[in-house]
């Protein structure tokens, strides 16, 4: 993976700011109707921003500047798309600048919009349960509701929904473009996966962690979590050995994540470092790879818009268990984030229903990280129990689930 293979910043920036324009034009609209809100504001003071807010302005903004303001008002002929922030040339492109600094003061001006819109609906960002959806502080909330004063203060609702419907929802450009991101991120797995990194009996589980930090980095990219290695080795119950020297024989899992162009991309695929005198994987391990496939099958059969995600982890883990797999399931939304907001479909510490998270449903051109593992007896290592670690992103549109390009069939042989 050559540096080469990304775009220069100046290309990478006017790609984001292409998705932002076509987002406020074709999604943001639908998502207000959709959630009967007809106006959204979003106020962030510089270094402590929405993290939603960061998602609203063009790349090279960066943050908000002292205090920041953006106003969407929809109405029958559409969203308008207004700034009260300090002027910039750089949200001119996607916002109209409302606030005359030297004629009224932010909330003046605020107050004096609201007044002439007269929204029925003035959603903000507060949530007790999506992190991402409760940005708006609470000292910025009572100087909101104090400048809005009566009645407008009433009409003030929870914009939860509004903020879930934004992050999750991947356009058309987004979703053409990801598989190109992920690919990133497989061709680093591929590398530290391969004789150029690993020498058994002397390769660490940490020198491996530590090479894809650095690989990151030189591609001048932003991993969103650490990577981690770890194996399983015939003889050791243990099925997340870490911090170990690699040798021949062992089964390695990596869990690898990175930024680019915006998004996110999580990813856990498996590898075998060969024995001397093998050619390939015991054909328990590539079984147990096999018994995994078929799990993911089951899971994206019961991806069906309109589904909570209580109710697409029940159905998989059900059609599991009649198919005799041993499974565990806990997928979750991707996008501008790694774990993003959507349904959580199952969590690694709760093999149950997920109250509120859980219940949010299903809907199209949405991404998800197939989080997963199945846990099969493998006869080359006295039965032992071999657990398969998988995750995938995916995209879920009405023609289904989709990989970005593809997913892991196949061991890595080292």
């Not at 929204?119 to 708006?136: R, V, Y």
């Not at 990801?178 to 991120?185: L, S, V």
């Not at 984030?337 to 949405?366: A, C, K, S």
């Not at 989080?371 to 398969?388: C, G, H, Q, R, Y």
Request: hydrophobic fraction near 35%; glycine fraction near 6%; aromatic fraction near 8%.
């Amino acid at each position: 993976m050559r540096k080469s293979n990304i775009k220069s910043i100046k290309e990478q920036y006017k790609i984001i700011d292409d998705w932002l324009k076509h987002r406020l034009e074709h999604i943001l609209p639908e998502l207000m109707k959709r959630e009967k809100i007809d106006m959204w504001i979003v106020i962030a003071r510089e270094n402590n921003e929405d993290p939603i807010f960061k998602t609203l302005i063009p790349a090279l903004q960066r943050s908000a500047s002292r205090l920041s303001c953006l106003v969407f008002s929809l109405d029958d002929e559409g969203l308008d798309c207004i700034s009260l922030s300090r002027p910039t040339p750089l949200l001119d492109k996607f916002y109209r600048q409302e606030w005359n600094v030297k004629e009224e003061s932010q909330w003046d001006c605020l107050r004096r919009l609201v007044t002439e819109r007269e929204p029925l609906k003035i959603g903000i960002n507060i949530s007790d349960t999506f992190a991402p959806a409760d940005g708006l502080t609470k000292s910025l909330y009572e100087e909101l509701a104090n400048t809005l004063g009566e009645p407008y203060k009433n009409r003030i609702v929870s914009a939860e929904k509004l903020s879930i419907g934004w992050l999750e929802t991947r356009s058309s450009l987004e979703l053409k473009t990801y598989p190109e991101i992920y690919k990133i991120a497989i061709d680093i797995i591929e590398e530290a996966f391969s004789l150029k990194v690993i020498v058994a009996n002397e390769t660490t589980t940490d020198d491996v962690e530590w090479w894809i930090m650095e690989k990151i980095n030189e591609l001048g990219l932003t991993p969103w979590f650490t990577p981690t290695i770890d194996l399983q080795r015939k003889g050791n119950e243990n099925n997340r050995i870490t911090n170990t020297v690699i040798n021949h024989g062992d089964l390695l899992h990596c869990d690898v994540g990175i930024h680019y162009l915006g998004l996110a991309t999580d990813t856990q695929r498996l590898a075998y470092v060969l024995k001397p005198g093998e050619k390939s994987a015991p054909t328990g391990i590539k079984e147990a790879l096999r018994v995994g496939n078929v799990f993911q099958d089951i899971v994206a059969e019961n991806f069906i818009a309109g589904c909570t995600g209580n109710e697409i982890f029940n159905a998989s883990l059900r059609e599991a268990e009649n198919r005799e797999i041993k499974a565990m399931l806990y997928t979750h939304p991707i996008g501008y984030h790694g774990h993003g907001v959507g349904p959580t479909i199952g969590m690694w510490d709760q093999q149950g229903e997920v109250p509120i998270r859980g219940e949010y449903p299903l809907f199209f051109n949405t991404c998800y990280a197939l989080e997963l593992n199945t846990t099969s007896m493998v006869p080359e290592w006295d039965n032992k129990e071999v657990a398969i670690f998988l995750e995938e992103t995916i995209a879920f549109t009405r023609k289904g689930v989709s990989y970005l390009p593809n997913r892991q069939t196949e061991l890595y042989i080292i």
